[in-house]
């Protein structure tokens, strides 16, 4: 089955620590975004890669980074500099552009 | 600033009756409007869309209307069924780069359909 894997799905870390989220997509989708969703606000877009070896910032990306070395991944990390890292992280790819996105499950990162 | 409202965070209806979920924003760049649904602990899915230059569009119980000029958009769930109990999130795309288009999402509505 096609689809877009995210894990795990909670993750606790101490404060200071880096952490890398995985997402993986076997839907031959060009483009792949992270998002953060916080209690009260709409998801807000942290990264994007239209096409392998490139990626974008968003409107929140300080204090994370991302890599897009293969098609199918796009992993997450959020870094020691995030001042606020406890937050749903939801991963999505899309075929083409004007198409919608398809979302992953989501972790949910606690930072203790 | 929010450009992509939703102004009721949540919603209550009784079971086959309309639900109607309201949507407002504030740059009238965006040309490309959706409408996603989320359960709790999973990732949105996709519900319905509709690009700027209609006015409306339907698809089973699920319609979606735009109203260009007064920046505004609704998705109306007839009739209502328990398991469309969800939080609807609206967003809209505008195009930032020559990348192409992503999407601004709004806060989300909590519906809460009662049997």
């Known amino acids: 089955d096609g689809g877009i894997t995210q894990s795990p799905k909670y993750l606790f870390r101490k404060e200071g620590q880096n952490v890398t989220l995985s997402c993986e997509q076997n839907?031959?989708?060009?483009?792949m975004y992270w998002y953060r969703q916080d209690p009260g606000q709409g998801l807000r877009l942290i990264y994007y890669s239209q096409i392998v070896n490139d990626f974008q910032k968003g409107d929140i990306a300080e204090g994370y980074s991302v890599s897009r070395e293969k098609k199918e991944s796009f992993p997450l990390t959020v870094t020691s500099a995030q001042k606020n890292p406890t937050a749903f992280y939801l991963c999505a790819s899309s075929y083409l552009v004007y198409n919608e996105q398809f979302f992953g499950p989501g972790t949910r990162l606690t930072v203790l | 600033d929010q450009q992509v409202k939703q102004n009721s965070p949540s919603l209550s209806v009784q079971e086959g009756r309309i639900s109607i979920l309201n949507c407002d924003y504030t740059?009238?760049?965006?040309?490309?409007f959706l409408w996603y649904k989320k359960y709790p602990a999973e990732g949105p899915t996709f519900l319905i869309s509709i690009s700027s230059i209609k006015d409306k569009n339907e698809d089973g119980r699920f319609t979606v209307f735009l109203n260009k000029s007064a920046k505004h958009l609704s998705l109306h769930i007839v009739p209502s069924q328990p398991g469309d109990s969800a939080v609807y999130f609206c967003a809209a795309s505008l195009n930032r780069d020559n990348y192409g288009q992503n999407f601004v999402f709004g806060p989300g509505t909590r519906l809460s359909v009662l049997p």
């Open positions: 839907l031959n989708h060009d483009a």
């Open positions: 740059n009238s760049m965006f040309d490309y």
